[in-house]
């Protein structure tokens, strides 16, 4: 049976809270925030504001959105009634051990506790705690601004229950987010950790001379952007392969690709693990056609660039 979800508790109204605080308000639910700063008042006030058309281009119905909202006296008030708390406090692991330890003693025990931390994994934070609350802990980590970017990253930690994973699927999915589950704790989780890596490379060919910072934008904005937008890494390479797919590809460009990466600080794959990594994109998209697929691809793409001629246009 799926937990009903009807007040969430913000904990910290920075930039993710602000936008946790509009997306949750704009799908019915009531909204306590609680944050030290002296102008949360009118910094919720302006992030609804200038969140609502957002929401509202998303389909959502955002009349009466700051009646929804209320400004908690402090973090026991925020939390008193809560189905659900989204915790977006400092990066600092000691910071969340104390704040964690009030949250499991002052909300009500069916609530989940989740945390945005976008590189401490909650079993860093969560040692001191009971078995019980503990179970009911997790990361929910979003990419911002999280009202409009889907991905959530729902990351349990060693003593999580299964109930609790189940349930913040099922209230991510309630709020038209996109959770994914990690099975390993690892710091950064995998958005962060893909986007530094690229990062990393970036600067190197920008320090290097190959390409300037916007001309290298620009290979991203109209290439891998694009892909990604529409098919990420795995299916892109399956699709490169053609009707062999990833296997046909990792035979004919594998041990090039590698040397391009030599250097790099990755090291090259043995042949056990390059056959479980094909036999696992088989299993992950082997059910579709290659037709398939890349008429998906391909409507996808064509819709993002549509998009982007749009906005061109307006912008000019």
Excluded: C
Excluded at 22 to 49: C, I, K
Excluded at 186 to 206: C, D, H, K, M, T
């Amino acid at each position: 049976m799926t937990r009903a979800f009807r007040t969430a508790a913000v904990i910290g109204a920075g930039t993710i809270g602000l936008s946790w605080t509009a997306l949750f308000a704009a799908h019915g639910l009531t909204v306590r925030v609680s944050d030290p700063r002296e102008d949360l008042a009118e910094a919720v006030t302006e992030a609804l504001e200038q969140y609502a058309p957002h929401l509202a281009a998303r389909g959502l119905d955002v009349t009466g959105l700051a009646e929804r909202v209320h400004i908690a006296a402090d973090v026991t008030d925020a939390v008193r009634d809560a189905d659900v708390v989204q915790e977006n406090g400092p990066e600092r692991a000691g910071f969340k051990k104390d704040l964690f330890a009030t949250l499991a003693r002052e909300a009500p025990a069916h609530a989940l506790l989740l945390s945005s931390s976008s590189a401490i994994p909650s079993t860093g934070f969560t040692g001191e705690l009971a078995d019980e609350d503990a179970a009911r802990v997790l990361i929910g980590h979003p990419f911002n601004p999280p009202h409009l970017v889907p991905l959530v990253e729902v990351v349990p930690g060693e003593r999580t229950g299964e109930a609790a994973v189940q349930a913040a699927l099922d209230f991510y999915t309630s709020v038209g987010r996109t959770p994914v589950v990690e099975r390993k704790e690892i710091p950064g989780f995998v958005g962060n950790r893909l986007q530094n890596a690229l990062s990393r490379e970036a600067v190197y060919l920008v320090d290097q001379g190959v390409v300037t910072p916007e001309d290298l934008d620009k290979v991203m904005t109209n290439s891998l952007g694009l892909r990604w937008a529409t098919v990420g890494p795995f299916l892109g390479s399956h699709l490169g392969g053609g009707p062999g797919g990833y296997r046909h590809l990792v035979a004919h460009i594998g041990a090039s690709m590698q040397r391009t990466g030599a250097g790099g600080g990755t090291p090259p794959l043995d042949e056990e693990r390059q056959e479980r990594l094909i036999e696992a994109v088989e299993k992950a998209y082997g059910s579709s056609t290659y037709s398939e697929l890349t008429e998906t691809r391909d409507r996808r793409q064509l819709a993002v660039l549509a998009a982007l001629d749009s906005a061109d246009k307006e912008e000019n």
